[in-house]
Antibody, heavy 117, light 109 residues
Framework: EVQLVESGGGLVQPGGSLRLSCAAS????????MSWVRQAPGKGLQWVST???????YHADSVKGRFTIYRDNSKNMLYLQMNSLRAEDTAVYYC???????????WGQGTLVTVSS | EIVLTQSPGTLSLSPGERATLSCRAS???????LAWYQQKPGQAPRLLIH???SRAAGIPDRFSGSGSGRDFILTISRLEPEDFAVYYC??????????FGQGTKLEIK
């Protein structure tokens, strides 16, 4: 059974950093496409970052240069390193498994990031 | 940039009725790489439909998707109480790589 469990969210000041983690079970992170998708309070879904099975990474323009997606194959974990955080980055961040790299097949329960002074 | 516009913003229907949700793209979506998701309050989204018309595993057959090119439809044939939620469409392959529509809220009339 596929399971995705996010952690690492919390309150951080503008300009600060945070690292989100996603613990995966029931499949192998390194052989699949994995993504982060966020949802600001009361708003819709926004794609953030994706790592392809081959290791290539892609980020939305709004986070490019500030966020980095990466994985630890030995731990079967996915991460999102978030630097230079802004108030507009406040959202629930979901980790998602993409079997074909086209749609988001499985989702974690999300972790809340709040950027505020 | 591919923009997905969903309509209506809110749809008020009664259980047993048929729901028709629309998703229009600003450009042609290649290979019909269009998906639909359902999200209930406090929960993560759930994949319903992929490749415009294929149901995901475990999704009841009252959910169906159709369309191609720029215009796509999600139909729920007979609404059950648990179907009242927010629905999002999503595309792959344009720029940015993945985009979502703004959502349609399906509420009980």
């Amino acid at each position: 059974e596929v399971q995705l469990v996010e952690s690492g969210g919390g309150l951080v000041q503008p300009g600060g950093s945070l690292r989100l983690s996603c613990a995966a079970s029931g499949f192998t992170v390194s052989t699949n496409y994995m993504s982060w998708v966020r949802q600001a309070p009361g708003k819709g879904l926004q794609w953030v970052s994706t790592i392809f099975s081959g290791g290539g990474t892609y980020h939305a323009d709004s986070v490019k240069g500030r966020f980095t997606i990466y994985r630890d194959n030995s731990k079967n974990m996915l991460y999102l390193q978030m630097n230079s955080l802004r108030a507009e980055d406040t959202a629930v961040y979901y980790c998602a498994l993409m079997v074909r790299g086209i749609m988001f097949d499985y989702w974690g329960q999300g972790t809340l990031v709040t950027v505020s002074s | 940039e591919i923009v997905l516009t969903q309509s209506p913003g809110t749809l008020s229907l009664s259980p047993g009725e048929r729901a028709t949700l629309s998703c229009r793209a600003s450009q042609t979506i290649n290979n019909n790489y269009l998906a639909w998701y359902q999200q209930k309050p406090g929960q993560a989204p759930r994949l319903l439909i992929h490749d415009a018309s294929s149901r995901a595993a475990g999704i009841p057959d009252r959910f169906s998707g159709s369309g191609s090119g720029r215009d796509f439809i999600l139909t729920i044939s007979r609404l059950e109480p648990e179907d009242f939620a927010v629905y999002y469409c999503q595309q792959y392959g344009g720029s940015p790589m993945y985009t979502f529509g703004q959502g349609t809220k399906l509420e009980i009339k």
